[in-house]
T-cell receptor, first 115, second 111 residues
Framework: NAGVTQTPKFQVLKTGQSMTLQCAQD?????MYWYRQDPGMGLRLIYY???????DKGEVPNGYNVSRLNKREFSLRLESAAPSQTSVYFC??????????????FGPGTRLTVL | ELKVEQNPLFLSMQEGKNYTIYCNYS?????LYWYRQDPGKSLESLFV?????AVKQEGRLMASLDTKARLSTLHITAAVHDLSATYFC???????????FGEGTQLTVNP
């Protein structure tokens, strides 16, 4: 099992450019999440998907869109990048079953800089 | 909206000492997570607490959950330098899927 994978690991964009961050998990988890972490700060929820076919806004959704392509994949898109979106982005997944493992797994992160 | 508060936010302690990190949350929850993050790294899952009175221990760390008080604690026993990291708690609301994090506690263990 690879767990949660994210691509790319690093990215530099110019203001106004667009890009998509990819996330995939191979643990058959139902729920997937996108967070951003700014220096010295906690994690803020951007969007989440409780199950395939559903997505919901988190605390800081403005400037982002998401797609839950299938059970495995959950992508985050920046349509017009702004310097305020410079951050480290983490994808995570969890099973949400009462039985079995309830552990949440995080991807390695994507370090995004917007100039 | 669910609020999760940790304290202290910064903790400097000597090796061999004991201390507790507190995590308070504002609405009912049926699961609480503790994570560790080293600088420049991703988050590592430490504990999942699923019921009132749940207690889990791993090495020098012990986590507990009191759902009635909406409080979880992470107790550090006889701290060692290797425990230096930032520790986060995160809470899922009852019957929900949204996972909300506390601000994190930056722990430094000094020799």
């Amino acid at each position: 099992n690879a767990g949660v994978t994210q691509t790319p690991k690093f990215q530099v964009l110019k203001t106004g450019q667009s890009m998509t961050l990819q996330c995939a998990q191979d643990m058959n988890h139902n729920s997937m999440y996108w967070y951003r972490q700014d220096p010295g700060m906690g994690l803020r929820l951007i969007y989440y998907s409780a199950s395939e076919g559903t997505t919901d806004k988190g605390e800081v959704p403005n400037g982002y869109n998401v797609s839950r392509l299938n059970k495995r994949e959950f992508s985050l898109r920046l349509e017009s990048a702004a310097p305020s979106q410079t951050s480290v982005y983490f994808c995570a997944s969890i099973s949400m079953r009462l039985a079995g493992s309830n552990e949440q797994f995080f991807g390695p992160g994507t370090r995004l800089t917007v100039l | 909206e669910l609020k999760v508060e940790q304290n202290p936010l910064f903790l400097s302690m000597q090796e061999g000492k004991n201390y507790t990190i507190y995590c308070n949350y504002s609405t009912t929850s049926d699961r609480l997570y503790w994570y560790r993050q080293d600088p420049g790294k991703s988050l590592e899952s430490l504990f999942v607490l699923l019921s009132n009175g749940a207690v889990k221990q791993e090495g020098r760390l012990m986590a507990s959950l009191d759902t009635k008080a909406r409080l979880s604690t992470l107790h550090i026993t006889a701290a060692v330098h290797d425990l230096s990291a930032t520790y986060f708690c995160a809470v899922v609301e009852t019957s929900g899927s949204r996972l909300t994090f506390g601000e994190g506690t930056q722990l430094t263990v000094n020799p």
